[in-house]
Every structure is written in C-alpha cells, then in structure tokens.
Nanobody
Framework: QVQLVESGGGLVQAGGSLRLSCAAS????????MGWFRQAPGKERECVGA????????YYADSVKGRFTISRDNAKKTVYLQMNSLKPEDTAVYYC????????????????????WGQGTQVTVSS
C-alpha cells in the first residue's frame, strides 16, 4: 500500500509556472507507475501525464504536451509535474495516483486503473 501527498499548487497568472510534487510513503514506490490527473468543476477527471516505474516512458495529454513535464525520483519516493506556460483552462484540482505495474516500462492513463490517490492540490490560473 502507498499513501500519496501532493503539494505545490496555488494561484498563478497565465504564462506562469508551477511545480507540483507528490510524496509517497511506504517502501515500494518503485513498484508503481505514477500519474497526474486533474479535475475541473463539472468535468471528468483526466490524465495529464503518466510515467513508468523506471521513468523512461512518459505520457502526456495533447492539451499539455510541450508545457508540462512529469518526472520521478525513486530514491526520494516523489513524482513531480512541472507546469509551464500555464493557461486559465489548466485551472483544476490536481491529483497524483499510483498504479502497481509488473513491468518497468508500462503505465496506465485511465483513472479507473489507478489504485491509490492523493488528496489533491488546487491550481488556479488567472487571465
């Protein structure tokens, strides 16, 4: 089992940057592929980025490609989401999630495939 705690959200102007962090507890962080999801009011939760256990394989939603970067540090049991060139439409609650994977290079992109979730952190981008 793993517990996840996000941090780094806040209010930023359009064009600005934020770096989200997700710290995991437990000894088996490297057994999990990790994902960052977001949910805006009235919208479904969507995966904005995912990263394999090894960190070698990543996925990005089309809406954030070229602006967001997901990374992980297995020694620190932390996954990051660097968000640049933020837009008002990026406003949402951002969640990190963990999905146990047998292989080092696979990961899921659907929320229903993730077993563990953080409590979320609010990101608000003003125009």
């Amino acid at each position: 089992q793993v517990q996840l705690v996000e941090s780094g959200g806040g209010l930023v102007q359009a064009g600005g940057s934020l770096r989200l962090s997700c710290a995991a507890s437990g000894r088996t962080f490297s057994m999990y592929a990790m994902g960052w999801f977001r949910q805006a009011p009235g919208k479904e939760r969507e995966c904005v980025g995912a990263i394999s256990r090894s960190g070698e394989v990543t996925y990005y939603a089309d809406s954030v490609k070229g602006r967001f970067t997901i990374s992980r540090d297995n020694a620190k049991k932390t996954v990051y989401l660097q968000m640049n060139s933020l837009k008002p439409e990026d406003t949402a609650v951002y969640y990190c999630a963990a999905d146990p994977q047998l292989l080092w290079t696979t990961m899921a992109t659907m929320a229903g495939e993730y077993d563990y979730w953080g409590q979320g952190t609010q990101v608000t981008v003003s125009s």
